[in-house]
């Protein structure tokens, strides 16, 4: 029972475009949301995060929407860069103070030149 | 600084083998956590240090699982009577406390059972 879901495994946008990876949960206790991001042969990399008592978190190119009625949330990422080109998973927790992320199965990002 | 880092970065078993998984975190950090990540999937949680103490291995699948940090810093994740199912990209992360919220992920390990 995925908890956790990104229901495009794919996406590709040009560059200088807006990218919008979508996620959605299921589990009404998730109230700390995170991105990572993956580059092949590498670790995810941590990019940004927000907590269930804000809609809004924006940091440089990347900003991350909750709606918690929706259990939905989403990271724009704008402009799109070639650089940004990575699978992107969605991560969720009970609590900031919580260990125990549960991910989506990710997007592979594609940002054409 | 030096970020977490896994050896070996592949790893190539026989079925039934054991094997042993090694991950060296951000100095300093003194929570620790494995993570299985399966082809198409997205990583999923194993078992979770608090310096020399496993604080929760319930993600652990079962125990042919299981894993050590004996002096609080580096940990080894071993795999007994390993098993094809168990093929999976090995992640390792690290973190401040539990309580902080970004978990600084290494490279990972990919393990092949034939």
């Known amino acids: 029972d995925q908890q956790v879901k990104q229901n495009s495994p794919s996406l590709s946008v040009q560059e200088g475009r807006i990218s919008i990876l979508n996620c959605d949960y299921t589990?009404?206790?998730?109230?700390?949301f995170l991105w990572y991001k993956k580059y092949p042969a590498e670790g995810p990399t941590f990019l940004i995060s927000i907590s269930s008592i804000k809609d809004k978190n924006e940091d440089g190119r990347f900003t991350v929407f909750l709606n918690k009625s929706a259990k939905h949330l989403s990271l724009h990422i704008v402009p799109s860069q070639p650089g940004d080109s990575a699978v992107y998973f969605c991560a969720a927790s009970e609590g900031s103070g919580t260990y125990k992320y549960i991910f989506g199965t990710g997007t592979r990002l594609k940002v054409l030149a | 600084g030096a970020g977490v880092s896994q050896t070996p970065s592949n790893k190539v078993t026989e079925k039934g083998k054991y094997v042993e998984l090694r991950c060296d975190p951000i100095?300093?950090?003194?929570?620790l956590y494995w993570y299985r990540q399966s082809l198409g999937q997205g990583p999923e949680f194993l078992i979770y240090?608090?310096?020399?103490?496993?604080?929760?291995d319930s993600g652990l699948p079962n125990d042919r699982f299981f894993a050590v940090r004996p002096e609080g810093s580096v940990s080894t994740l071993k795999i007994q009577r390993t098993e094809r199912g168990d093929s999976a990209v090995y992640l390792c992360?690290?973190?401040?406390?539990?309580?902080?919220?970004?978990?600084?992920f290494g490279p990972g390990t990919r393990l092949t059972v034939l």
């Open positions: 240090f608090q310096g020399t103490g496993a604080a929760d």
């Open positions: 589990n009404s206790m998730f109230d700390y």
């Open positions: 992360a690290s973190s401040l406390d539990p309580t902080t919220d970004t978990q600084y």
């Open positions: 100095s300093g950090h003194t929570a």
